[in-house]
């Protein structure tokens, strides 16, 4: 065996508290999460109890104020543990991304007594949540939306049908976005729905190359009626609490894809180091240590633009844009590193006996959620030279 075995990523954390959240977390994944993780996705068995053993260990609510239950750790900290757990598996990694975006509306745009009543048990109680923006008809153009929420006395009454929903069917509560309104992003407003409310169901998952383990699933609102008080923000200020969310939530998917990416560059190296052919380790090839070079770099250049936009958050600065580069470079970098560990590992890449084939059928997915990369392009472009002309 060779003695270059990947090391974990030597991190540059702010306070001795967040050293040993860390450290608590890469427990929790040596124990917990990574050694039933490729026979859980190949199963497509949903890891509930993990999440339940993160809320108890106070790690489904680090971003948020402490006096609701959060963790009061800045997003440097926040996304760097999200990473860790997206590196040993993308399902657990990527839902404590989603249960985050989530709970961003109450924290963010809740009254104080929707945030006493509600964000406790959201953020440290057990309960997992999901956001539900996307509708069949309406992903990229997510102002075009359809589903409705009509005023009856004091409550809302939300009818339509949400797409592509993480967590759906799974969930404790769904902070949804539907048209109170004129068409367009004006007429869009915040709900908080619990999870078993009545007229509220689920499709059966759908069928995905990767992240088998992580339910997506189209969600029903069949006259789902909800009181005014689940009503977050004001009426038509919806897509605005969205797009604040997104963000943020882009950060989230550029951490992810950054444990994702460093797991592949780690089972490459391995790989590399501890076979031998033609006598010598298939490290010793220029071929294959010019691409695990390129590898490195990569991993680590996405790792420090996620965490300069964090900082910009974490400062009170606008950071849209950096949260759109980094989702786009560090999911981009996230295909091309796992596509390669895969050659790195040749036949044996392309088995389910190494986990590279999992990690690349991963990283696919994360171009797509929370803004195609193409929208993040449009994103940036217009931050350099303004909107479109129509």
Not at 51 to 65: I, K, Q
Not at 138 to 154: E, H, I, M, Y
Request: proline share 4%; hydrophobic share 45%.
């Amino acid at each position: 065996m060779s003695d270059r075995a990947p090391q974990p990523v030597e991190r540059r954390l702010p306070t001795e508290e967040s050293r040993q959240l860390v450290a608590l977390v890469r427990d929790i994944v040596s124990k917990e999460i990574a050694p039933r993780a490729a026979a859980e996705e190949e199963a497509g068995a949903f890891p509930r109890e993990v999440f339940t053993l993160l809320s108890e260990s106070g790690l489904l609510g680090l971003p948020y104020d402490s006096a609701h239950g959060g963790g009061d750790q800045p997003y440097e900290v926040y996304l760097q543990v999200l990473e860790e757990l997206a590196a040993a598996r993308l399902t657990v990694g990527l839902g404590v991304s989603v249960h985050s975006l989530a709970c961003h509306a109450l924290a963010g745009y809740g009254t104080d007594e929707q945030r006493a009543a509600h964000l406790p048990a959201m953020l440290s109680g057990g309960l997992l949540g999901a956001y539900c923006l996307s509708e069949p008809a309406s992903g990229s153009d997510a102002a075009s939306l359809r589903t409705k929420a009509v005023r009856d006395g004091d409550d809302w009454v939300i009818t339509g049908t949400k797409a592509w929903i993480t967590h759906g069917g799974v969930a404790d509560f769904y902070t949804v976005l539907a048209r109170t309104g004129v068409e367009g992003a004006r007429g869009i407003t915040a709900f908080l729905v619990p999870g078993d409310a009545e007229g509220l169901s689920a499709a059966l998952p759908e069928k995905k190359m990767g992240m088998k383990g992580s339910p997506t699933a189209q969600l029903h609102f069949d006259g789902v009626r909800v009181g005014g008080d689940r009503r977050i923000g004001e009426e038509g200020q919806g897509f605005a609490i969205a797009l604040s969310a997104l963000d943020s939530g882009r950060l989230g998917i550029a951490a992810c894809a950054i444990g994702v990416a460093q797991a592949a560059l780690d089972e490459a190296v391995r790989h590399a180091t501890d076979r031998r052919q033609f006598g010598r380790p298939i490290a010793d090839f220029q071929g294959l240590r010019f691409m695990l070079a390129d590898m490195a770099t990569q991993v680590e250049a996405g790792r420090a633009l996620y965490l300069e936009a964090a900082r910009l958050r974490d400062a009170g600065q606008p950071f849209s844009r950096q949260a759109a580069m980094a989702k786009l470079f560090c999911t981009d970098a996230a295909m091309r590193v796992t596509t390669d560990a895969v050659q790195v590992l040749g036949g044996y890449g392309y088995t389910l006996d190494f986990p590279v084939e999992r990690l690349m059928r991963e990283a696919k997915v994360l171009q797509i959620v929370e803004g195609t990369n193409q929208i993040q392009r449009m994103v940036i472009a217009r931050h350099l030279a303004g909107p479109e002309t129509r």
